[in-house]
């Protein structure tokens, strides 16, 4: 998806997230709204706080593959094997990221992973990402040059079983920061609002702070010979 189309459904998803409410809220819809908008805000607020750190990733990457293994997979062949090796780059610089906002990540998973709504669907979306943040929050970044040369040294027939492993986790979990669920603002008062106002402007940045980022994936995979 090009960047900006991934900025303009961020911004479409936030719109909906601000829509009146129909009919008066429940209580407890209006608690477990007021709890996540402001765990949501603070761990936005952080990741944008290491914005340029986060960014700065990608290149540590490159950088490390450069000094420690360049073209080590040169002429590999484009398989199964190939993609996951892939993705097992993009859980290098995804997970390093991320362990910049650790203390965030933690603070709004434990605010945030007993919530519950009246609406199951807004329950089950906030839930599953919470479930995905609790999983990257404990995951290590792979050994990248050590798991490629492994697969250069079987001839290209068996991947480590590190990146099966790595793979098989992080893949599923995988998930940016995104806009708030569509469906809060209908139990938000004022002071939620405008954070979600707020929060939604720094996620635009954050969206564009990721798609940057894809190029410096490319470039990794070119200095690995992984084709994915």
Not at 199 to 221: F, M, P
Request: hydrophobic share 50%; net charge positive; glycine share 6%.
């Amino acid at each position: 998806m090009r960047p900006q189309a991934t900025i303009a459904a961020v911004a479409a998803v936030i719109l909906l997230a601000m829509l009146p409410a129909s009919a008066p809220a429940a209580s407890v819809d209006v608690a477990s709204t007021r709890t996540f908008v402001h765990a949501y805000y603070a761990l936005v607020r952080s990741a944008r706080v290491h914005l340029r750190a986060a960014e700065a990733v990608p290149r540590a990457v490159l950088a490390q593959v450069r000094r420690e293994c360049p073209h080590v997979a040169a002429g590999s062949p484009q398989d199964g094997a190939s993609t996951q090796l892939s993705n097992e780059v993009i859980g290098a610089m995804v997970l390093t990221a991320y362990h910049l906002d650790l203390p965030a990540l933690n603070r709004f998973v434990a605010a945030a992973g007993h919530l519950h709504w009246s609406d199951p669907r807004l329950t089950h979306t906030v839930r599953h990402y919470v479930a995905d943040l609790r999983v990257l929050a404990k995951l290590e970044p792979p050994h990248l040059c050590a798991d490629v040369e492994a697969w250069v040294a079987s001839g290209y027939r068996t991947l480590p079983a590190a990146t099966v492993a790595f793979d098989r986790v992080f893949m599923p979990a995988w998930v940016g920061i995104p806009p708030p669920p569509a469906g809060l603002g209908a139990f938000a008062g004022a002071q939620q609002r405008s954070l979600l106002k707020r929060s939604g402007a720094l996620v635009v940045q954050l969206a564009e702070g990721e798609a940057r980022a894809v190029r410096t994936w490319g470039d990794i995979l070119d200095e690995l010979g992984v084709q994915p």
